[in-house]
Nanobody
């Protein structure tokens, strides 16, 4: 089970940190990813972190502004979002990958959270 939290309404330029609490034995063995989806659009890859936290990779629209981290001892994964833009507004989803190294596509993820809403105003 994956449960996201930390979403809300912020202004452009602000920062926000999303959290994802994981339960189950799979967490430490697999990569974790963040995706987002705005109304009327496809779910978009935001970024991912491999199983031990040693590597991260991001979508081009958030590269340099967002940072993913994980705490395997606490079964948590985080998405730090800085310099938020209006176009970052979406529902953000945490996902557990099928492998230790994850990927950029939806099909590479097995479990999904319910999402948390992020709205950025101008």
């Amino acid at each position: 089970q994956l449960v996201e939290s930390g979403g809300g309404l912020v202004q452009a330029g602000d920062s926000l940190r999303l959290s994802c609490a994981a339960s189950g034995q799979f967490f430490n063995n697999y990569a974790m990813g963040w995706f987002r989806q705005a109304p009327g659009t496809e779910r978009e890859f935001v970024g991912a972190i491999i199983w031990n936290g040693a590597d991260t990779f991001y979508g081009s629209s958030v590269e340099g502004r967002f940072t993913i981290s994980r705490d395997n001892a606490e079964d948590m994964v985080y998405l730090q979002m800085n310099n938020l833009k209006v176009e970052d507004s979406a529902t953000y989803y945490c996902a557990a990958a099928k492998t230790a190294f994850g990927g950029r596509t939806i099909n590479e993820y097995r479990y999904w959270g319910q999402g948390t809403q992020v709205t950025v105003s101008s």
